[in-house]
């Protein structure tokens, strides 16, 4: 298949993704702001996430750039409360302009990394750099798994009860093919076998 039936086909079948708002922060100070839905967890032990960041005609994206010079950012969960303004930091604007100022996002002070962290978010977790994969497709690299260990951790009050996140006040939002999001449906309990 072409890469663009590939990304069709993978996106429309690998679903419903969860959604990383990534706050991190370039050399020169601009905050940058961008939702990815190639994001998951590889280990709780150190606490890992995964992040992969397509290139656009071989080049890094602002994200991933900002990620591998200060080996730091923000990594939030995307809700329904703020679906709206985390779509607009999808846009495509330059490295020196931030997509802050297309959302109704305020930013914070992060504890331990230096890369702000967004207030309205339920779920913040600073990160660190795990570890850089550049991925290839023959001779070129086509895209960056980042590898992020969480070092701390903010989550809403109110959110986290008896050791568990409470998924209907999280209200997560996850992504589907085209313009499509999915919020949190019907729910099934089903106890694992021994």
């Not at 429309?12 to 967890?41: C, D, H, Q």
């Not at 795990?130 to 895209?143: L, R, W």
Request: glycine share 6%.
């Amino acid at each position: 298949m072409s890469e663009r039936d590939n990304y069709k086909f993978l996106i429309g079948s690998i679903i419903p993704r969860p959604i990383a708002v990534v706050s991190s922060l370039s050399k020169e100070g601009v905050v940058n702001i961008a939702p990815f839905s190639y994001f998951n967890i590889v280990t709780a032990n150190p606490p890992i996430i995964s992040l992969s960041i397509q290139r656009k005609s071989g080049e890094m994206k602002d994200t991933t750039k900002n990620i591998l010079g200060n080996k730091q950012a923000v990594i939030h969960i995307a809700d329904e409360e703020n679906i709206e303004s985390t779509n607009q930091t999808a846009a495509n604007l330059k490295s020196s302009e931030s997509e802050l100022f297309r959302t109704d996002f305020t930013l914070g002070s992060s504890d331990l990394v230096s890369v702000p962290l967004i207030n309205e978010l339920k779920i913040k977790m600073e990160v660190g750099l795990y570890q850089h994969v550049p991925i290839m497709d023959q001779e070129q690299v086509t895209a960056d798994l980042l590898l992020l260990k969480v070092e701390n951790y903010h989550i809403q009050e109110g959110l986290y009860k008896k050791g568990r996140i409470d998924a209907d006040l999280l209200k997560p939002m996850s992504r589907l093919a085209g313009n499509d999001y999915a919020a949190l449906g019907k729910k099934m309990s089903i106890k694992r076998p021994d």
